[in-house]
C-alpha cells in the first residue's frame, strides 16, 4: 500500500491504495464517486471513460500510481445540478434509454467539444465510437453533440 493525493473534480483526495489498483475502483469504491461505471474492466467499451488533465482516458485501466499531479475530472465534476451544456443537450434529445453509458457518453462528448468546436458528424462518430451504447441510442448522441455545440 501507498499514500497517494489525487486531484478529483478540483479537490484534494488522500488515499491509501496498492500502485495498480484501477482509478475507476479508487473512484467507486474509495471515495464514493459512483457516476463513473464499470463495465468491460479492460479499456474497450468506453463506459469509464474520465478526463485527465482534460483528456479522455478510461479509469479501468489507469493505474493510481501513476495520477500524482493530475487533473482528474468525472461526470461529477461537470457543472453542478446537470447544467453543463452537453447534458442540457442529453435531457432536450432524450438520449438515456438504459442510462449505463451515458456518463462515458457525456465525457466523451465534452472533451470532443473542449478540442472541436463544431465538429462534422464523421468527427463526431470517430471521438464517440469508443464508447459503446447497447441501447443503440447514437443518432440521438449524435443530435446532442450537435445542439450542444451551437450553445458552447
Known sequence: MALFTLTINGQAHTLEAE???????VLRDLLGYTGTKYSCGMGVCGVC????????????????????GNEITTIEGLLPHGTHPVQKAWLDENVVQCGYCQP???MMAVALLASTNN???????????????RCGTYQRIRQAIRNASREM
Open 19 to 25: 500502485p495498480d489498483m484501477p482509478l475507476l475502483w
Open 49 to 68: 471513460t474520465v478526463h485527465i488533465d482534460g483528456q479522455p482516458r478510461r479509469s479501468c485501466v489507469v493505474s493510481v500510481g501513476n495520477l500524482s
Open 104 to 106: 462515458g457518453q457525456i
Open 119 to 133: 465538429p462534422t458528424d464523421a468527427e463526431i462518430e470517430e471521438a464517440m465510437s469508443g464508447v459503446l451504447c
